[in-house]
Each structure stands twice: as structure tokens, then as C-alpha cells.
């Protein structure tokens, strides 16, 4: 399946998400941005997302539901990228599991060790581990501040139990469009050393 094929979920459009959603949409994927917070869904259907680089402006349509759209599309999402607080984590999946393919995968892009929350709503089979390094900030609905340039943002991946398999390569070339990505058979020894 090449990349272009895949259906994509941000799920959680703070500025980490939102950050994310708009390099994605940008490169001509097929990406759907949802959150929970109202203004800011409103903001990005209106206005779309515009996002502040220190070098430059990016102001895109995006495609972006409310959580409670999902019953209404009924979507099924090959790919999702996780970008919620911790305490968020269990709920958010749990509603959007039914969501994601049989053979989908999620990705938490958060700054905290939930693979293991993750990976009990979905399954470890179903799980990616992420390292982050991209720093951006979100105080107005539609609008991220993102101070870290495309050249200066990274993510390692791995999968929860080391190998380097041909999905872990696919999200690699997904993710390639936001940052320098490093795949690694040690995904939890990165988060701890970040």
C-alpha cells in the first residue's frame, strides 16, 4: 500500500497534533484532525490551521471533526497518531478503537510512557512507540506557534518488542513529511533518555 493510500487520523489537535496534522495534510495525505476542543474545530472548518514556523507562515484547509463526529462518518483510519494529555489516553482510545482497522496501527506522539496504555486498549500488534522532539505551543483555536523548524524537529519509532518491521518502514515514510525520523529496536530506552 503506498503511503497516499492510507487513512489517517491526528487524534488530539493541540500543537503537538495540530503541528503534525498540518505537515501531513500539507503533503497531500489523506488526514482527518480530531479533537475535543469545540473553538478550536470550528476555527480550523472556518479558517482552517495556520501554524507559525520561526522561518515561515502555513495557513492550509484541513479536514477536522469534533469528537462526537466520528459516530456520524464512521470512518475506518489506517494510521493514528495519538497527541492527548496522559490522563486522556484510556478514554480517547477506547472511543476510537472501533475506529481503527483490524491492521491499523496507533502512534502516541506524547511526551509521557503510555505505549503500555496504548497497547492495552489496541494491542501491542496495533502499537508504535514514539520519542518526540517538536516544540510548539497552541493559546488560540486555528493557530499554533511552532518553534521548531521542519530541520530541527524529530521522532524516533520503534516497535514496543525491537524488530524493524515493513509497517514500522511505512509510518517512517508517513512521518518523513513532518521530521528526520530514526527508527530504533529501543523506543522506551529513547523516551527515557529524552
Known sequence: MAITDNKIAV?????????????LTHAGL????????????????ANGLHIQFPDEDLN??????HLCELAEHVPE???????VKSYDTLWMLQLMEPYLKDNGVVIGLQNAMNDER???????????GCVVELSAEIFTPGLVKRDTTRDHTWFGLGELDGTIT?????????MENVAKITLTNNVEGGKWTK
Open 11 to 23: 487524534l488530539g489537535t493541540g500543537s503537538i497534533g495540530s503541528s503534525v496534522g498540518a505537515d
Open 77 to 83: 483510519f489506517d494510521v493514528v497518531f495519538l497527541a
Open 30 to 45: 489523506d488526514v482527518t484532525l480530531i479533537d475535543q476542543w469545540p473553538a478550536h474545530v470550528e476555527a480550523m472548518k
Open 60 to 65: 492550509l484547509p484541513v479536514a477536522a471533526w
Open 166 to 174: 515493513p509497517r514500522l518502514e511505512m509510518v517512517k515514510s508517513i
Open 118 to 128: 496504548i497497547s492495552s486498549v489496541v494491542g501491542v500488534e496495533r502499537t508504535i
